[in-house]
């Protein structure tokens, strides 16, 4: 298991540059290039065209992860369970903490709680339900804290995820299932037509339909099927064609992020450079290590953190800012807003993740246990 962990640290890193692309694209605002929306200049080409990949990189991390940590589940209902109340703690604590914070950082503080339509927002946010918006498609509308949105899908993973780890070894094909179902089957039946743009024709007056027909989610499915690659016995056993592999994925993905080609969310929009990268480094560290710099594995250990905490960051600064007179704009600001983010996150994965998300999951865990083990007990004595 040591050196399992060892030989994938590069999925680490990926996660630290993920979420530092998704920083970077919204601290770009703030440079004179962005904000008047010349795509000629090099802010524009490194900062903001191509630097939405994060999202997709992480959704394909996702469906790796869950593969590999449940690789040896039993698939009963109590380690069913556990996944479930791991998933929630890790997310939950850290989501609505930082949710109410960016309601103080963003949105006007106690004032925003005057507008009913706000506390919907807010509940649906805090319940990992889209907000209703049909036109902004594969967002569905904004939520309090905006990148939000992704998490409803990350649960939605979670959720059919889990309930196939009940189904033991047929679980890749009840999953597999499921993801033809509702992104193939679903949507043809419905309207006539299959798409795998995030932007559907489609539109279910039921609405969380269309969180689980949107063709993002196939970007989930497609870290399961790399992470099964993983598991299996596929390598490529020179080390010089694993080279030449990784090299070339790699040679690819920084074209589509340089020329931001088809640089949008979706399995054949940025998935055609990701999936093949995270593939070729998954085969390749079979047989190679991959090394890691240190500073995308720490930024990787703290990435859920900066995913959520830079956008309050934004909005804090924001505010400062415009105090003491300060215009919150240009190259200047785009470094302090990254910089204070990273620093803001290394706090937040130490006091909400590491200490208030894990210590709400050990006590539901034992809780759990505990009177999970007494109906074990019951149901023996009867």
């Given at each position: 298991m040591q050196n399992e962990k060892r030989n994938i640290e590069f999925i680490?890193?990926?996660?630290?540059?993920?979420?530092?692309?998704?920083?970077?694209?919204?601290?770009?605002?703030?440079?004179?290039?962005?904000?008047?929306?010349?795509?000629?200049?090099i802010s524009w080409m490194l900062f903001w065209g191509g630097a939405g990949f994060g999202v997709d990189l992480f959704f394909i991390i996702s469906g790796f992860i869950m593969v590999c940590t449940t690789w040896s589940g039993d698939g009963s209902i109590r380690y069913t369970i556990e996944f479930y109340i791991k998933r929630f703690t890790r997310i939950f604590p850290v989501y609505t903490t930082l949710t109410l914070i960016s309601i103080f950082t963003l949105h006007g503080g106690m004032a925003f709680f005057d507008s009913g339509s706000n506390v919907n927002s807010l509940f649906k946010a805090l319940l990992f339900l889209p907000q209703g918006d049909i036109s902004a498609k594969p967002v569905y509308g904004v939520a309090p804290l905006f990148v939000g949105w992704?998490?409803?899908?990350?649960?939605?993973?979670?959720?059919?995820?889990?309930?196939?780890?009940?189904?033991?070894?047929?679980?890749?094909?009840?999953?597999?299932?499921?993801?033809?179902?509702t992104l193939v089957v679903l949507p043809y039946l419905t309207t006539g037509s299959v798409t795998a743009?995030?932007?559907?024709?489609?539109?279910?007056?039921?609405?969380?339909?269309?969180?689980?027909?949107?063709?993002?989610?196939?970007?989930?499915?497609?870290?399961v099927g790399i992470a099964l690659i993983y598991k299996s016995k596929v390598r490529v056993e020179s080390q010089f064609w694993c080279l030449i592999l990784v090299s070339t994925a790699t040679a690819f993905t920084i074209y589509q992020y340089?020329?931001?080609?088809?640089?949008?969310?979706?399995?054949?929009?940025?998935?055609?450079?990701?999936?093949?990268?995270?593939?070729?480094?998954?085969?390749?560290s079979k047989t190679i290590r991959i090394p890691a710099p240190h500073v995308f594995t720490y930024l990787g250990d703290i990435s859920f953190s900066l995913y959520l905490v830079h956008l309050p960051v934004k909005g804090a600064l924001d505010i400062v800012f415009r105090y003491i007179g300060a215009v919150p704009e240009g190259a200047p600001f785009f470094v302090l807003m990254v910089l204070m983010s990273i620093?803001?996150?290394?706090?937040?994965?130490?006091?909400?993740?590491?200490?208030?998300?894990?210590?709400?999951?050990?006590?539901?865990?034992?809780?759990?246990?505990?009177?999970f083990g007494k109906i074990g007990q019951d149901v023996l004595m009867k």
């Open positions: 680490q890193a990926l996660r630290g540059i993920a979420a530092l692309a998704v920083v970077l694209r919204h601290a770009a605002e703030f440079i004179p290039g962005i904000i008047v929306y010349d795509t000629k200049a992704t998490l409803n899908y990350e649960m939605y993973f979670y959720l059919i995820f889990g309930a196939s780890l009940l189904l033991g070894r047929a679980r890749w094909i009840a999953l597999a299932t499921v993801a033809v179902m743009s995030v932007y559907p024709d489609y539109a279910y007056s039921f609405f969380y339909l269309n969180i689980i027909s949107n063709p993002i989610i196939w970007l989930f499915i497609a870290g340089l020329s931001w080609y088809r640089a949008d969310h979706g399995i054949f929009m940025w998935g055609i450079s990701l999936v093949p990268l995270v593939l070729s480094l998954a085969i390749a620093i803001a996150a290394a706090i937040s994965h130490r006091y909400l993740e590491q200490s208030l998300a894990n210590w709400l999951k050990s006590k539901i865990l034992t809780e759990f246990q505990h009177r």
